[in-house]
């Protein structure tokens, strides 16, 4: 596989097709999500009351769910607009915010995933391995250390919950039924300011509503987040410049350079 052209082509078709993106996000970045989904060239709503989710989840190509300021009443809305998409074939992507930190997160996080079907679940070293039974701990929204593999933690989760895991961190790895992928872009400085995380979410949901093979979607949106970071990189060294510059290399990426600057291989 060709990596680079294959996810210059999805950008592509993400700009072209203009998916709408379904977001029941997270209150702390939902500003941040919106933008993001806009800049990369599809189409943000934030809908999260339970009388308008259904409806809202059926007329977009993608559905966000990320558990960063979670309570009970809003994991309902998610089950409504998640059994929604499911019947009607829309991609679901779970950001999994929190998981392990504590037992509602944890609780509620499993019970989405028991209840769903995803297309993506994404989430840092210590939320992956908690979702998948392994012993991890979660510090607040950051990952702790996890001991062991984290290829085989994110096999041994898209394995146990049938879908596509992203891990985030230094190298980002993305896992499905048959393949695990590295993507190595991406710069510090996008650990530097809140948000990037809940961000990246709203990508893969933008890349599922364009493509619906969901490890190449994946791939093609963590490896575009990557290189849009490593361009605001070269234009700005302090967090809030870094984060505006991040904004329009998002905007102004390109196939062909994704194409050259992607650093994705399979293991």
Same mark, same amino acid.
């Given at each position: 596989m @060709?990596?680079?052209?294959?996810?210059?082509r999805?950008?592509?078709?993400v700009?072209?097709?203009k998916p709408?993106?379904?977001?029941?996000?997270?209150?702390?970045?939902?500003? =941040?999500?919106a933008n993001v989904?806009?800049a990369?060239?599809a189409?943000?709503v934030?809908?999260h009351?339970?009388? %308008?989710? +259904? %409806?809202?989840a059926? /007329?977009?190509q993608a *559905? !966000? $769910?990320? /558990?960063g300021?979670?309570t009970?009443?809003?994991v309902q809305?998610?089950?409504?607009?998640?059994?929604?998409?499911?019947? *009607?074939g829309i991609?679901?992507?779970l950001d999994a &915010?929190g998981?392990?930190?504590t037992t509602?997160?944890?609780?509620?996080?499993?019970?989405l995933?028991?209840?769903l079907? $995803?297309?993506v679940?994404?989430g840092?070293?210590s939320?992956?391995?908690?979702?998948a039974?392994?012993d #991890?701990k979660?510090r607040?929204?950051?990952?702790?250390?996890?001991e062991?593999?984290? %290829?085989e933690v994110?096999? /041994? *989760?898209?394995k146990?919950?049938g879908?596509?895991v992203?891990i985030?961190?230094?190298e980002?790895?993305?896992?499905?039924? @048959? +393949?695990? &992928?590295? !993507?190595?872009?991406?710069h510090?400085l996008m650990?530097?300011f !809140?948000?990037t995380?809940?961000?990246l979410a709203?990508?893969?949901g933008?890349?599922?509503?364009?493509e619906?093979?969901?490890?190449?979607a994946a !791939?093609a949106?963590?490896?575009c $987040?990557g290189i849009a970071g490593?361009l605001a990189?070269?234009?700005?060294?302090a967090p809030?410049?870094?984060?505006?510059?991040? $904004? =329009?290399?998002l905007f102004?990426? =390109?196939?062909g350079? &994704?194409e050259?600057? #992607?650093?994705?291989s399979?293991?």
């Amino acid at each position: 596989m @060709e990596w680079g052209k294959e996810s210059g082509r999805i950008l592509n078709e993400v700009r072209e097709k203009k998916p709408l993106v379904h977001h029941l996000t997270n209150w702390v970045t939902i500003y =941040d999500c919106a933008n993001v989904t806009r800049a990369i060239g599809a189409l943000p709503v934030m809908a999260h009351a339970r009388e %308008e989710v +259904k %409806e809202m989840a059926s /007329i977009a190509q993608a *559905l !966000v $769910f990320n /558990i960063g300021t979670l309570t009970p009443a809003f994991v309902q809305s998610m089950l409504l607009a998640g059994e929604k998409a499911n019947e *009607l074939g829309i991609p679901v992507i779970l950001d999994a &915010v929190g998981a392990g930190a504590t037992t509602l997160r944890t609780k509620k996080a499993k019970e989405l995933m028991e209840s769903l079907q $995803f297309a993506v679940i994404k989430g840092n070293a210590s939320e992956a391995a908690v979702l998948a039974g392994l012993d #991890a701990k979660t510090r607040g929204v950051e990952a702790s250390r996890v001991e062991g593999n984290l %290829e085989e933690v994110a096999r /041994i *989760l898209s394995k146990s919950s049938g879908t596509t895991v992203v891990i985030t961190g230094k190298e980002d790895i993305v896992s499905g039924a @048959e +393949k695990t &992928v590295l !993507v190595k872009n991406g710069h510090e400085l996008m650990g530097c300011f !809140v948000g990037t995380g809940c961000m990246l979410a709203s990508v893969l949901g933008a890349f599922c509503g364009a493509e619906r093979d969901s490890l190449k979607a994946a !791939v093609a949106g963590t490896s575009c $987040f990557g290189i849009a970071g490593e361009l605001a990189a070269k234009k700005a060294s302090a967090p809030a410049a870094y984060k505006n510059e991040f $904004f =329009d290399a998002l905007f102004r990426l =390109d196939a062909g350079t &994704v194409e050259k600057m #992607a650093k994705v291989s399979e293991v």
